[in-house]
Nanobody, 124 residues
């Protein structure tokens, strides 16, 4: 069965950086797929901060553009999220999610494979 395991979360001060990783098992990055990183702001729905497809096309939430970079290592079935210039409002649990298909969205409901999450805490 498909498993997504996140790592790399932690606590940093504002302005710092973290790199999250998501290791996928039984989900090869060799055909149509979308993968992404999601978080849930208080009183808001969980949505993708960054998603990527098999072509390498990316979509970012406006709040992270220019600060976060999503990337993938297809050979190792691993997804990454490089987070720079972190802000206290980036504090959240970050989830990795994946689905088969070519039309990627930032909607959590569209992704049927989901990890358990990794906590990111940014202090001011």
């Amino acid at each position: 069965q498909v498993q997504l395991v996140e790592s790399g979360g932690g606590s940093v001060q504002a302005g710092g950086s973290l790199r999250l990783s998501c290791a996928a098992s039984e989900f090869t990055l060799d055909k149509n797929y979308c993968m992404g990183w999601f978080r849930q702001a208080p009183q808001e729905e969980r949505e993708g901060v960054a998603v990527i497809n098999h072509h390498g096309t990316t979509i970012y939430a406006d709040s992270v553009k220019g600060r976060f970079t999503i990337s993938q290592n297809k050979a190792e079935s691993t997804l990454y999220l490089e987070m720079n210039s972190l802000r206290p409002e980036d504090t959240d649990t970050y989830y990795c999610a994946a689905r088969r298909g070519s039309r990627c969205s930032r909607r959590w409901e569209d992704y049927n494979y989901r990890g358990q999450g990794t906590q990111v805490t940014v202090s001011s």
